[in-house]
């Protein structure tokens, strides 16, 4: 057993009614017949600042309940002993196990509410993250004018450690940097300072402009209490919180709580077997697409991988230990094998290397399945019967899209699995502003051929849903900034300049007209701009999600992979940087679709058991009771070295991940409860 799974010893875990999951942790000092019942609930203080933000978010992210106190409400209830604990069957109970406050004393030192959250936690042992608080001893760090800073930390080094990775931060290898993303803006700011006694820091960094390195981050333990004192501003978005989040999480419930993190990358390859078209350089759109309308000239060739490419796919998963999602469309691929001697190089490649990817149907072939397109305009519209309504594609075309897709999978025995989907484009799908609803004939279809999960636009849809009309749940995709339309790096950076120049500068303009968007402050050099500028702006973007709990896949094209291979640079970049961060237990979990919607699935029912206030959870000494509506699968993060207990004998519980073992709880066979026991 290593150092850290002994943060967490001698608790038990116990379901004791249907549904009802039961977990353990020693209560502090005290004996099985006084243990009070602490209840497995967070208590977030918030002052509007971006630091508890990123907390309560990290928190509702791992599915962890939480109650919020808002010090700018007026109405905002006042916290006293009654708040904080009371008496339930003649137990004494703490209502939170753990305090999110935005400093280190937000009610004022001394005053009725501090004074009595204080008492609360040395009574119950509860710890206290300070989110964000400047470095002076009240905190047990020493003042920055002594052997400290205070100042930007933009493009810092910091470094976990050895305590820190003995205790909550063991699943980081030891350095991360401070984001840097603009020279003009200071992004980050922070307090570097010495500790002192009762101070044990987790994360250091370098004194600017001094000697020797001084605290960010640390345990103050003092009075009898607990607090993870944290001396940098930060926002939810920032790679170092997101770093670090797991641990403070993990610090806070001292590693036993409701809700699971994991660090999740899928990636997509959308067309295979397919070709798409290419960006023209000239006229500023892709020929043969419907953006470039009837008056420009098809000049353009195709884009299509080739069987080298097929080889290098695959070559590339084995070296990188990473597995593609090929999204296949193999009525183009027989087409083009017809157009050409009736001969496909790549497509025998693939079939000869079918078990080192997986396979999602995107359709025969990649035929629009939701409204019947008029293309006569720019942008296209939805074409109309003669009462008005619109002209749906059938039922009929939709399935045979599907079986057909999906039988000739089945004929050269590709690994496919019939409950995933994902249609072209997305379509079926409502497509803002020209389809405003789903294709009817859509969730029928879907339903005849065992869709269970069909992907849709994350960026449209961020939300899972069921289709209109049927029990089909949509999988939301991240598209990436890696355009179908490319295969060179010049095209792409061509492409990018644009959309993102302004009018003055050459591009389109559409940066200066959209509120979400903005614009570069000159052209991207077409030679350069996709590896220096695109590269590792798409691949911070994504790594982002990657630490942020969610398990989304994000997709790309064929294209990508074939002639230049753009994409290849920016998974280096994700998987590289990745890796560089975090330890050998903490690997990139790397889902199907069908994995993914039922994760997505299970999250969605806990967040709704959660809201509606139907989820219990406390624990009385070594054991905590988990209760929740029939049905719902329960999240649950506890030690490594937990076992389940079933009816005759015992099995490891869940699975190991970051130095926990985690799982969606459900009772044994022939039991009506779990019973989980912890070393």
């Excluded at 559409?510 to 590896?531: I, V």
């Excluded at 329960?634 to 009816?647: D, F, K, N, S, Y």
């Amino acid at each position: 057993m290593t150092h850290r799974a002994h943060r967490w010893r001698a608790a038990t875990v116990t379901v004791t009614v249907a549904g009802m999951i039961t977990l353990g942790l020693a209560a502090p000092a005290a004996s099985a017949a006084t243990d009070p019942r602490i209840d497995l609930k967070v208590l977030v203080v918030d002052d509007g600042s971006s630091s508890v933000g990123a907390i309560t978010a990290q928190l509702k992210s791992e599915g962890i309940p939480y109650t919020t106190v808002n010090l700018d409400d007026s109405g905002r209830p006042t916290v006293t002993a009654a708040f904080l604990s009371d008496t339930v069957d003649g137990r004494p109970r703490a209502k939170f196990q753990g305090v999110v406050l935005p400093n280190e004393a937000p009610f004022g030192a001394d005053s009725a509410e501090q004074t009595a959250l204080e008492a609360y936690e040395k009574t119950y042992g509860i710890p206290q993250l300070d989110a964000y608080t400047w470095a002076h001893p009240e905190v047990g760090l020493d003042y920055t004018d002594d052997d400290g800073y205070a100042g930007p930390l933009d493009g810092r080094t910091a470094t976990v450690t050895t305590a820190g990775r003995a205790g909550p931060f063991g699943y980081l290898k030891g350095s991360f940097s401070f984001e840097d993303n603009s020279p003009t803006v200071d992004e980050s700011y922070g307090f570097v300072a010495q500790p002192r006694t009762g101070f044990t820091s987790y994360v250091d960094t370098p004194v600017p402009g001094g000697t020797g390195t001084g605290s960010l981050l640390g345990e103050y333990a003092h009075d009898g209490r607990r607090e993870l004192v944290v001396t940098f501003a930060y926002n939810q978005y920032q790679q170092q919180f997101r770093v670090l989040a797991r641990g403070m999480v993990e610090w806070l419930t001292q590693g036993v709580h409701l809700g699971q993190a994991r660090n999740y990358f899928a990636v997509h390859v959308d067309d295979v077997f397919a070709s798409d078209a290419r960006w023209d350089t000239e006229y500023n759109c892709t020929p043969g697409d419907l953006d470039c309308g009837s008056g420009v000239p098809d000049t353009t060739t195709p884009i299509r991988m080739t069987a080298a490419d097929a080889q290098y796919a695959a070559a590339w998963e084995q070296s990188h230990d990473f597995t593609l999602d090929l999204l296949f469309n193999a009525g183009a691929g027989e087409q083009w094998k017809s157009d050409n001697g009736g001969k496909d190089p790549l497509a025998d490649q693939l079939l000869a290397d079918k078990a080192d990817y997986r396979w999602v149907n995107h359709t025969y072939t990649h035929l629009f399945l939701g409204c019947v397109q008029d293309t006569s305009t720019v942008p296209w519209s939805c074409a109309k019967n003669a009462d008005g309504s619109t002209q749906w594609v059938s039922r009929s075309d939709i399935s045979a899209e599907i079986a057909n897709n999906y039988d000739w999978a089945v004929q050269h025995g590709l690994p496919v699995d019939r409950s995933e989907l994902v249609t072209g484009e997305h379509s079926g799908l409502k497509t803002l502003p020209q389809q405003p609803q789903d294709n009817p004939n859509l969730a029928p279809a879907l339903t005849a051929n065992g869709v269970q999960w069909t992907g849709s636009d994350n960026s449209r849809e961020p939300e899972q849903r069921a289709v209109t009309g049927g029990s089909t749940l949509t999988v939301p995709r991240y598209p990436m900034n890696v355009y179908y339309n490319a295969g060179t790096t010049t095209e792409m950076a061509d492409e990018y300049n644009w959309i993102y120049t302004s009018k003055a500068d050459g591009g389109s303009g559409l940066c200066e007209n959209n509120p979400t968007s903005t614009c570069l402050d000159k052209p991207l050099d077409t030679a350069t701009g996709y590896l220096d500028h695109i590269v590792p702006a798409e691949a911070h973007t994504d790594l982002g999600h990657v630490l942020s709990n969610d398990p989304r896949p994000h997709y790309a094209h064929q294209t990508n992979l074939a002639e230049d291979r753009i994409l290849y640079p920016v998974l280096d970049r994700v998987l590289g940087d990745y890796r560089a961060l975090f330890a050998d237990d903490t690997p990139i979990v790397n889902l199907r679709e069908s994995a993914i919607g039922a994760e997505l699935q299970n999250r969605a029912k806990w967040q709704t058991a959660l809201d509606a206030g139907q989820v219990t959870a406390y624990r009385i000494g070594n054991t905590v009771t988990v209760t929740a509506p029939s049905g719902t699968k329960i999240p649950v993060t506890a030690p490594e070295g937990t076992r389940q207990q079933l009816v005759l004998s015992t099995v490891t519980f869940g699975t190991a991940y970051a130095g926990d073992r985690q799982a969606w709880a459900t009772p044994g066979l022939l039991q009506s409860a779990l019973t989980l026991k912890l070393p």
